[in-house]
């Protein structure tokens, strides 16, 4: 009923930037957070940078000055820009939004398909 569709993962140069999209669509009621995770290889997901519907932007420590979460209300859409990008930071992407169907129901999680980033010389 709620899809999560990302788009922007590729390969890029250590240093570079690189910017990954992401929109839930479907039927869609209310959407409270929305962040980005990743994981490597071997590694436990690892959350990065979340947005509330107010706007309020949190980020780990590990992208705290590189990486920036922006959000659209409207479209239901979130982007992160990365910049400064290190050999670390490959990894699977994740986009998560946080739904209710109603005012009276649960939040549930949905999770995008995941976005290769590979940084790489």
């Known amino acids: 009923q709620v899809q999560i569709v990302q788009s922007g993962g590729g390969v890029v140069q250590p240093g570079g930037s690189l910017r990954l999209s992401c929109a839930a669509t479907g039927n869609v009621f209310t959407i409270n957070g929305m962040g980005w995770y990743r994981q490597a290889p071997g590694k436990e997901r690892e959350w990065l940078a979340g947005?509330?519907?107010?706007?309020?932007?949190n980020y780990a420590d590990s992208v705290k000055g590189r990486f920036t979460i922006s959000r659209d209300n409207g479209k239901n859409a979130i982007w992160l820009d990365m910049t400064s990008l290190k050999p670390e930071d490959t990894a699977v992407y994740y986009c998560?939004?946080?739904?209710?169907?109603?005012?009276?129901?649960?939040?549930?999680?949905?999770w995008g398909q995941g976005s290769q980033v590979t940084v790489s010389s």
């Open positions: 947005s509330t519907s107010g706007g309020t932007r």
């Open positions: 998560k939004a946080e739904h209710r169907s109603s005012w009276s129901s649960p939040i549930v999680d949905f």
